[in-house]
C-alpha cells in the first residue's frame, strides 16, 4: 500500500511529502473514531441525530415530514448512521422506529472528548 505523509520543514515552514510503502497501523480507538467521524459528516445526519436526541422514547414518524427531503436521501442518511452504531431502528411495516444507540453514543463521546480535550503541542505554525 502506499501512503503519503506529510512532514513540516520547521527551518523553511514547508510541507514536504514523503511516500512510502510500508503498512500504516490504527489503533482500535482511531478506526472507531474516524467510523463516527464519517457517520457524522453530513449535516442532515446532524439534524437526525438532533431530532432523535429530543425524542423522549423512539422516533416513529416520518422523518420526511420534518426534513424536507425524499425518503429514499433519508433512508441513505438513516442507513450510514445504523451502520455506525449511532442509532438502532427497527422496521415493522407501516412503522420504523428509530433511537440513539445510548451504548455507542457514550463511546462516540468519549472517543471525540478525549482526543479533542487532550493538551497538544502543535509544531507546526501558519
Known amino acids: 500500500m502506499l501512503v503519503i505523509s506529510y512532514i513540516c520543514d520547521k527551518l523553511n515552514g514547508k510541507f514536504i511529502m514523503?511516500?512510502?510503502?510500508?503498512?500504516?497501523?490504527?489503533?482500535?480507538?482511531?478506526?472507531?473514531?474516524?467510523?463516527?467521524?464519517?457517520?457524522?459528516?453530513?449535516?442532515?445526519r446532524i439534524k437526525i441525530l438532533k431530532l432523535l436526541d429530543s425524542q423522549v422514547c423512539c422516533f416513529t414518524g416520518e422523518l420526511t415530514e420534518i426534513i424536507p427531503m425524499a425518503q429514499?436521501?433519508?433512508?441513505?442518511?438513516l442507513?450510514?448512521?445504523l451502520e455506525a452504531g449511532?442509532?438502532?431502528g427497527e422496521i415493522n411495516p407501516p412503522k420504523v422506529r428509530y433511537c440513539i444507540d445510548r451504548e455507542n453514543w457514550l463511546k462516540a463521546?468519549?472517543?471525540f472528548s478525549?482526543?479533542?480535550?487532550?493538551?497538544?503541542?502543535?509544531r507546526c505554525s501558519k
Open 18 to 44: 514523503q511516500r512510502t510503502l510500508s503498512t500504516v497501523e490504527y489503533s482500535g480507538e482511531e478506526e472507531k473514531m474516524a467510523v463516527f467521524a464519517k457517520a457524522l459528516s453530513h449535516p442532515v
Open 114 to 122: 478525549g482526543f479533542f480535550t487532550r493538551d497538544r503541542e502543535f
Open 86 to 88: 449511532l442509532i438502532q
Open 72 to 77: 429514499s436521501t433519508i433512508s441513505q442518511h
Open 109 to 111: 463521546c468519549a472517543v
Open 79 to 81: 442507513k450510514a448512521l
